[in-house]
C-alpha cells in the first residue's frame, strides 16, 4: 500500500459511527443507529479505494471514539490521530501544515461521505499538483469533496460559511485574488441531508 518514505499524504476526515452524534442532519429520516450505520458503510467504502493507492502514506483524522477504537474499526494499516480543535477551516488547515512538516511534498484531504470516489480520482489529483498549486472535487451541493495542495494557504480555510452550498464559490474566490493555479476534478455527490440518500440507491 504504502512504501517506507512517501511523499504523498492522503488525510481521511472522518468520525468514530456512534449513534447520536454521526449525520445528524439525516436522524429524522433514517434514526440514531441508521445515520450511524451509514456513516459506517460510507466511511469503509473509502477506505476499500484508498487502500489501493501506492506510495502514499495514508491518515485518519478522526472525531469521537479514540485510537483502539478507530483502528478495531478500520485496520491497523493506517496513521490515525485525533482532529484539532476549531471550525472545519482550522481543522484542515492544521492537517496540512502537520503534513507538510512531517516531509511531505503533496498532501490532499477527503471526507468519507462520497460513495463515487475512486482511487483513482484520488491518484489523478496528487498528479494535478505536480503542476497546479490547489486541487478541488467539486460537490455538487457547492462544497467540495477533496482538497490538494503542496503548501499550506491559510487563506483557503478563513471566512468560509462552512456546511453550506457556498463552500467552493468561496474558495475559489480566495484562489483567483490569491492568483493560484487551481485544477478540478469531476463533481460528484455527498451525502449529507436527507434529499441526497436518493444517490445511494445508485450505489449501494
Known sequence: MT??????????FTRYPEAGKTKTRLIPVLGAEGAANLHRQLTETVITQVKELQNVRIEVHFTGGNQQLMQAWLGENFTYQPQTEGDLGQRMATAFQTAFNNGMEKAVIIGSDCPALTCQLIESAFTELSQDELVLGRAADGGYYLIGLKRLIPELFTGINWGTSEVLQQTVEIAKNL????????????????????????RF
Open 3 to 12: 512504501n517506507k518514505n512517501p511523499k504523498n499524504c492522503l488525510i481521511i
Open 179 to 202: 492568483k493560484l493555479a487551481v485544477s478540478y476534478l469531476t463533481t460528484l455527490s455527498d451525502i449529507d441531508r436527507p434529499e441526497d440518500l436518493a444517490i445511494l440507491d445508485l
